[in-house]
Nanobody
Framework: QLQASGGGLVQAGGSLRLSCAAP????????VGWFRQAPGKEREFVAA???????TYYSDSVKGRFTISRDNAKMVYLQMNSLEPEDTAVYYC????????????????????WGQGTQVTVSS
């Protein structure tokens, strides 16, 4: 299982940094993604990073505001800037063992390791 942390309450325009840890394992062999789910809505893709860290991909709704990064061993991060009330959701990190170092995974059903989620609330 993964552990997501760093959520909280922030005003619109503010920033938060989410962290994703993998207790008992490393992320070296895994592509990692962030997803979110707002109340009454389906889970949606936010950002993904390849095993090497050299390839990233973002949803259109967060591109230019969010940055995904990794230290390649223990942690993956999601830096969220210019937050909007529409970003309010529970954020989940997920991992998938990946043979190709440069591949990102954007489909939630392809991930097989998930965290418990962390709540992000953006007030207007």
């Amino acid at each position: 299982q993964l552990q997501a942390s760093g959520g909280g309450l922030v005003q619109a325009g503010g920033s938060l940094r989410l962290s994703c840890a993998a207790p008992g394992r490393t992320f070296i062999s895994y592509a990692v993604g962030w997803f979110r789910q707002a109340p009454g809505k389906e889970r949606e893709f936010v950002a993904a990073i390849s095993r090497s860290g050299g390839t990233t991909y973002y949803s259109d709704s967060v591109k230019g505001r969010f940055t995904i990064s990794r230290d390649n061993a223990k942690m993956v991060y999601l830096q969220m800037n210019s937050l909007e009330p529409e970003d309010t959701a529970v954020y989940y990190c997920a991992a998938k063992a990946e043979s190709r170092a440069d591949r990102v995974v954007v489909t939630s059903s392809l991930y097989n390791v998930w965290g418990q989620g962390t709540q992000v609330t953006v007030s207007s």
